[in-house]
């Protein structure tokens, strides 16, 4: 390994690229003894009788934004523009539905990356919607505040307001509304950016030309993720994109949860009760093509770091997707 290869933490959540390959680290752990529990579809029942209901995911998840309130845990995703360049490129007026904002490391480089764009930010979590708040009033911006838009919402069990699409406009999605779009390195169909809400009352936006679903599909229970990825579905325009990342099969924080943390095949419980999926490629290809999508990209970053404080090597894995709602169906 070269220096070149060692990343300290910070610089690494800057980065999008690979540093090594998956199949070569997927080999090391299935061959590894101590780590065969992570390989065994079942699961402890312990933790299975302890699986929570919606209303106890969310408390988990303000819980832990409470813990995390202060400005230090803020870390925004400078990567992001980079990995998903159509949100700086984007038409005028382009809406933006970021889910499960948290305290907004995704959101804010969204608003400053194109200073005409239009975002709405849910999580499920009161407290995680107080901190992104104050964090965008702290950006001493007001064309940022004045286009940020955020609001409460499980969207894996009670689904998106209808102010975002109304039941018409989601019925009209399904018509044929598009033009030719070239970001920085694609160029593909995308629908008609700025389409009012079709129905003659007005009574929603109109839905959405992007969807980010960044490190937070894994936050769900896997049975409710079809669901979700449907709710994603539902309020983007034909030949919106669905982007995504979250956590890469055999992430180095999968290896480091304990045979007890284990709630069933790659779904584990964290101490503080929020849990975490780790996906694979066709995890992520099933959900949304069941949902309707067409995949664009999808691919394992793969980027070493250094921990500062014990000098340990860290091979982070995660999911890379674009996805885009059919123009016509
Ligand atoms: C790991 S954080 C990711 C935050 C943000 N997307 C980012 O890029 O940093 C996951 C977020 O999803 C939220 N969340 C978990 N389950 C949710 C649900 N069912 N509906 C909406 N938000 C949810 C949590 O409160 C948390 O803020």
Redesign the pocket.
Known sequence: MTTRNIRNISEAENYYSKDFDWEGLREEVETNPCLQFHLLPHFSQNIANQIED?QQ?SEA?NKF?ARHSTGKFFKE?RYLLKEFPELASCEDNSKVL?????NG??ALPILRGRQSIILYA????SE?LERVKEIINDANSISVKHRFHPFQ????TVGFPSWLACSTCRGSFLQNHNLRFSGANNSYIINDLNQPCSNEVKCCVGGVDFVTL???LS??PLDRMPNAIAQCFSVLKPGGLLLFRDYGLYDMTMLRFEPGQKMGFREYLRSDGTRSYFFCLNTVRNLTTAAGFTEIELEYCCVKSVNRRNGKIMKRVSVHGKFQKPTCT
């Open positions: 919606a995911n998840w934004h995703r970021e889910v499960g904002c948290g490391s995704t849910c999580d499920c979590s995680a919402c499980d969207f894996s960044i490190f937070t936050a769900l």
